[in-house]
C-alpha cells in the first residue's frame, strides 16, 4: 500500500524549520524525504518521520543546484511518486550593500533561488504524471516585500523566490500543479538567533504579537498550503509575518484595563 | 460541555459562501449563529445545520446598524460566547458610472462596508470576553482589480482591505486577528446560470490558473482555515482565494482553454 501514500519532498529539511515541516507532513500522512546537505541531522530527521508514517533520507546541498534532478531521481525511484515539494532550504546573507562581494551574491542567489527553481522544475516532472497534479511551498521571507537593512542579498533572493514562485504558478498550471509561497518573519530559530539578537527589540515591536512567531506556526501553514483545503490559494506568497507589513509604529492600546480586566464588562 | 463549544457569527449565512463556510465550520466543532434578511432561507439552513451542530437564526437588517448591535448581544447571551465572525453579506450588481445615484452609493457602500465594520465593533467585545477571536473579512479581488461594472462593491472591497489591517492593528493586545479573503471567479449557484452561454467557461479558466472553476467549498475551506488556525501570527492579511487569477496577467496561448 506504501506506494499508494503521498510523498513530499522537503528540501533543507534537517534545518530548524525544516524538520518542523517534514514532521508535520508525516503527521499529514505523507511519506517526507529530507533532503539536506547535514547528513546527521537529515537522517535524525527522515527516522523521527518514520516513526510517524514513512521517512527517507537524500544527501543533497542545495548550493549544489545542478544535483536536483538527480536527488528528486532518487527519490522518484525509492517512492514511486511525488505530490509535494516544499523548499525550505536557504542560506542567510546579511552584509552591507558596499561589502558585498561577486561569490556572496552567487553563494546566496545559488542556494535561494537557483536551487529553489531546480528542485522546483525536476519535482514537478514527475508531479505531472500524477492524476491530481502536486503542490509546491516555496518558503520566501517577508523581506521579498520590505527592507530592513544590511540585507540586500537574501532580500533580492526572496524576492526573487516569490516572483519565481507566480511564474512556476503559472507554466505548471495545465499539469494541475499549485504553487505558492510562505513569506515568514522573525521565526525562533538557533539559525537566526545571533543576527536577530542584537535587533531583537526592533523586531519585537515590528509585529503584531508579543513574542517571536515560532517554527510550527510555519509547519501549520504549509500544512494547510500543500492541502486540499487550499486549492482556491494559487501563484499567492501567503504572508506569515504578525502583522509585520500593516504599521510602521505599534500602538499599545488595550480593550484591557491594567488588571486584565476589559473595559466592557 | 456544550457551553465550551466555540461560537462562529455568519452575516450573510443563509446562502452561498457564508451558507457552505455554517456546513465546514459546524462539522469541525464550531456552533453557529445565522444572520441573515431573508428568514425562509435562513430558518431553511439552520434546521439542515441542526442536523450537525446547534445552530440559530437571527433576522437582521445590515442596513440598520442599531439591529446589528441587538443581533450580536442576542447571539452572545444565546449561545454564551462569541468566538469568530464571517460576515459574507454583501449586495452587487453590474452597474456603470453614469447610472449610479446618491441612493445606491449609499445602499452598496452600507451594505457593503458599512455593515462589516458594525458587525465586527459589535462581536469584538464578545470576543476579548472569550479570551480572544477570529474575523474574516469578505473581499475581493475587486478590492484589488477593476472591470469596469463594479464601481461601487470594489470601492467598498478597497475600503475593507485598509479596515482589515486597522482593526488588527487595534485589537492585537486583545487577542483578535483580522484577516479578509479575496475570491475571484466562484461558481455560486447565482453564477452558475452563465455556464449555458458559449464561450464563458472558456474565457473564466483562461483568466485564472487551475484547471477547475472554485465552488464555494473551496472557499468555506480556507475561510475554515482562518478561523480555526492555531497560530496568531497571519493576521492583517488579505488572502487571494482566487486560483492564481490577481497573480498573472495573460498566459502563452497554447496554455489555453478553447
Same mark, same amino acid.
Given at each position: 500500500?506504501?506506494?499508494?501514500?503521498?510523498?513530499?519532498?522537503?528540501? &533543507?529539511?534537517?534545518?530548524?524549520?525544516?524538520?518542523?515541516?517534514?514532521?508535520?507532513?508525516?503527521?499529514? &500522512?505523507?511519506?517526507?524525504?529530507?533532503?539536506? +546537505?547535514?547528513?546527521?541531522?537529515?537522517?535524525?530527521? !527522515?527516522?523521527?518521520?518514520? +516513526? *510517524?508514517?514513512?521517512?527517507?533520507?537524500?544527501?543533497?546541498?542545495?548550493?549544489?543546484?545542478?544535483?536536483?534532478?538527480?536527488?528528486?531521481?532518487?527519490?522518484?525511484? +525509492?517512492?514511486?511518486?511525488?505530490?509535494?515539494?516544499?523548499? !525550505?532550504?536557504?542560506?542567510? &546573507?546579511? #552584509?552591507?550593500?558596499?561589502?558585498?562581494?561577486?561569490?556572496?551574491?552567487?553563494?546566496?542567489?545559488?542556494?535561494?533561488?537557483? $536551487?529553489?527553481?531546480? +528542485?522546483?522544475?525536476?519535482?514537478?516532472?514527475?508531479?505531472?504524471?500524477?492524476?491530481?497534479?502536486?503542490?509546491?511551498?516555496?518558503?520566501?521571507?517577508?523581506? $521579498?516585500?520590505?527592507?530592513?537593512?544590511?540585507?540586500?542579498?537574501?532580500?533580492?533572493?526572496?524576492?526573487?523566490?516569490?516572483?519565481?514562485?507566480?511564474?512556476? !504558478?503559472?507554466?505548471?498550471?495545465?499539469?494541475?500543479?499549485? #504553487?505558492?509561497?510562505?513569506?515568514?518573519?522573525?521565526?525562533?530559530?538557533?539559525?537566526? !538567533?545571533?543576527?536577530?539578537?542584537?535587533?531583537?527589540?526592533?523586531? *519585537?515591536?515590528?509585529?503584531?504579537?508579543?513574542?517571536?512567531?515560532?517554527?510550527?506556526?510555519?509547519?501549520?501553514?504549509?500544512?494547510?498550503?500543500?492541502?486540499?483545503?487550499?486549492?482556491?490559494?494559487? $501563484?499567492?506568497?501567503?504572508?506569515?509575518?504578525?502583522?509585520?507589513?500593516?504599521?510602521?509604529?505599534?500602538?499599545?492600546?488595550?480593550?484591557?484595563?491594567?488588571?486584565?480586566?476589559?473595559?466592557?464588562? | 460541555?456544550?457551553?465550551?463549544?466555540?461560537?462562529?457569527?455568519?452575516? /450573510?449565512?443563509?446562502?452561498?459562501?457564508?451558507?457552505?463556510?455554517?456546513?465546514?465550520?459546524?462539522?469541525?466543532?464550531?456552533?453557529?449563529?445565522?444572520?441573515?434578511? @431573508?428568514?425562509?432561507?435562513?430558518?431553511?439552513?439552520?434546521?439542515?445545520? @441542526?442536523?450537525?451542530?446547534?445552530?440559530?437564526?437571527?433576522?437582521?437588517?445590515?442596513?440598520?446598524?442599531?439591529?446589528?448591535?441587538?443581533?450580536?448581544?442576542?447571539?452572545?447571551?444565546?449561545?454564551?460566547?462569541?468566538?469568530?465572525?464571517?460576515?459574507?453579506?454583501?449586495?452587487?450588481?453590474?452597474?456603470?458610472?453614469?447610472?449610479?445615484?446618491?441612493?445606491?452609493?449609499?445602499?452598496?457602500?452600507?451594505?457593503?462596508?458599512?455593515?462589516?465594520?458594525?458587525?465586527?465593533?459589535?462581536?469584538?467585545?464578545?470576543?476579548?470576553?472569550?479570551?480572544?477571536?477570529?474575523?474574516?473579512?469578505?473581499?475581493?479581488?475587486?478590492?484589488?482589480?477593476?472591470?469596469?461594472?463594479?464601481?461601487?462593491?470594489?470601492?467598498?472591497?478597497?475600503?475593507?482591505?485598509?479596515?482589515?489591517?486597522?482593526?488588527?492593528?487595534?485589537?492585537?493586545?486583545?487577542?483578535?486577528?483580522?484577516?479578509?479573503?479575496?475570491?475571484?471567479?466562484?461558481?455560486?449557484?447565482?453564477?452558475?446560470?452563465?455556464?449555458?452561454?458559449?464561450?464563458?467557461?472558456?474565457?473564466? %479558466?483562461?483568466?485564472?490558473? @487551475?484547471?477547475?472553476? %472554485?465552488?464555494?467549498?473551496?472557499?468555506?475551506?480556507?475561510?475554515?482555515?482562518?478561523?480555526?488556525?492555531?497560530?496568531?501570527?497571519?493576521?492583517?492579511?488579505?488572502?487571494?482565494?482566487?486560483? /492564481?487569477?490577481?497573480?498573472?496577467?495573460?498566459?502563452?496561448?497554447?496554455?489555453?482553454?478553447?
Amino acid at each position: 500500500m506504501d506506494h499508494e501514500r503521498k510523498v513530499a519532498v522537503v528540501t &533543507g529539511g534537517a534545518g530548524t524549520i525544516g524538520k518542523e515541516i517534514v514532521l508535520r507532513l508525516a503527521s499529514d &500522512g505523507f511519506a517526507v524525504c529530507v533532503l539536506d +546537505a547535514d547528513e546527521v541531522r537529515g537522517r535524525e530527521t !527522515a527516522d523521527a518521520a518514520d +516513526a *510517524l508514517t514513512k521517512g527517507a533520507y537524500f544527501g543533497y546541498d542545495a548550493v549544489r543546484w545542478q544535483d536536483a534532478a538527480s536527488a528528486m531521481d532518487a527519490v522518484y525511484r +525509492a517512492f514511486g511518486r511525488i505530490d509535494v515539494l516544499v523548499n !525550505a532550504a536557504e542560506v542567510p &546573507g546579511k #552584509c552591507p550593500a558596499e561589502e558585498v562581494t561577486s561569490e556572496a551574491f552567487d553563494r546566496v542567489m545559488n542556494v535561494n533561488v537557483k $536551487g529553489a527553481l531546480f +528542485a522546483a522544475v525536476a519535482a514537478a516532472s514527475y508531479m505531472k504524471r500524477n492524476e491530481k497534479g502536486g503542490c509546491i511551498v516555496n518558503i520566501s521571507s517577508i523581506q $521579498g516585500r520590505i527592507a530592513i537593512g544590511e540585507q540586500v542579498l537574501y532580500s533580492a533572493s526572496k524576492a526573487a523566490v516569490i516572483a519565481m514562485t507566480r511564474e512556476l !504558478a503559472v507554466d505548471l498550471s495545465p499539469y494541475n500543479i499549485k #504553487c505558492n509561497s510562505l513569506a515568514t518573519w522573525a521565526v525562533d530559530t538557533p539559525e537566526t !538567533a545571533e543576527e536577530s539578537g542584537e535587533m531583537r527589540d526592533q523586531v *519585537l515591536s515590528s509585529m503584531l504579537l508579543d513574542r517571536l512567531i515560532r517554527p510550527e506556526e510555519v509547519s501549520e501553514l504549509v500544512s494547510f498550503l500543500v492541502s486540499d483545503d487550499s486549492y482556491c490559494i494559487n $501563484g499567492f506568497d501567503m504572508p506569515l509575518d504578525a502583522g509585520m507589513t500593516t504599521f510602521r509604529i505599534r500602538p499599545e492600546h488595550s480593550y484591557f484595563d491594567d488588571e486584565g480586566k476589559n473595559y466592557y464588562n | 460541555m456544550q457551553n465550551n463549544r466555540k461560537v462562529v457569527v455568519i452575516a /450573510g449565512g443563509a446562502s452561498g459562501i457564508g451558507r457552505t463556510t455554517g456546513f465546514e465550520l459546524a462539522n469541525r466543532g464550531y456552533r453557529v449563529a445565522c444572520i441573515d434578511v @431573508n428568514a425562509e432561507a435562513g430558518n431553511q439552513t439552520v434546521a439542515e445545520l @441542526n442536523e450537525i451542530t446547534d445552530a440559530a437564526f437571527f433576522q437582521c437588517d445590515l442596513t440598520k446598524m442599531d439591529m446589528i448591535k441587538t443581533t450580536i448581544d442576542r447571539i452572545a447571551e444565546h449561545f454564551g460566547r462569541i468566538d469568530a465572525l464571517l460576515c459574507a453579506a454583501a449586495i452587487t450588481k453590474h452597474i456603470r458610472v453614469m447610472d449610479i445615484t446618491e441612493a445606491n452609493w449609499d445602499l452598496y457602500l452600507t451594505l457593503d462596508l458599512k455593515a462589516q465594520f458594525f458587525v465586527s465593533q459589535a462581536c469584538a467585545p464578545h470576543m476579548v470576553k472569550a479570551g480572544g477571536g477570529r474575523i474574516v473579512h469578505f473581499s475581493s479581488m475587486l478590492g484589488t482589480i477593476g472591470d469596469g461594472k463594479h464601481i461601487l462593491y470594489g470601492a467598498a472591497k478597497a475600503a475593507l482591505h485598509s479596515m482589515t489591517r486597522e482593526l488588527a492593528i487595534d485589537f492585537w493586545k486583545d487577542n483578535i486577528q483580522v484577516t479578509a479573503i479575496a475570491p475571484a471567479y466562484v461558481l455560486t449557484p447565482l453564477v452558475a446560470r452563465h455556464l449555458d452561454e458559449p464561450g464563458w467557461k472558456e474565457k473564466q %479558466l483562461n483568466a485564472q490558473l @487551475n484547471t477547475r472553476m %472554485l465552488y464555494p467549498e473551496d472557499i468555506a475551506k480556507t475561510i475554515a482555515f482562518l478561523v480555526t488556525c492555531k497560530t496568531p501570527a497571519l493576521n492583517g492579511a488579505v488572502i487571494n482565494t482566487d486560483a /492564481g487569477v490577481l497573480c498573472f496577467r495573460f498566459k502563452p496561448k497554447r496554455m489555453q482553454v478553447t
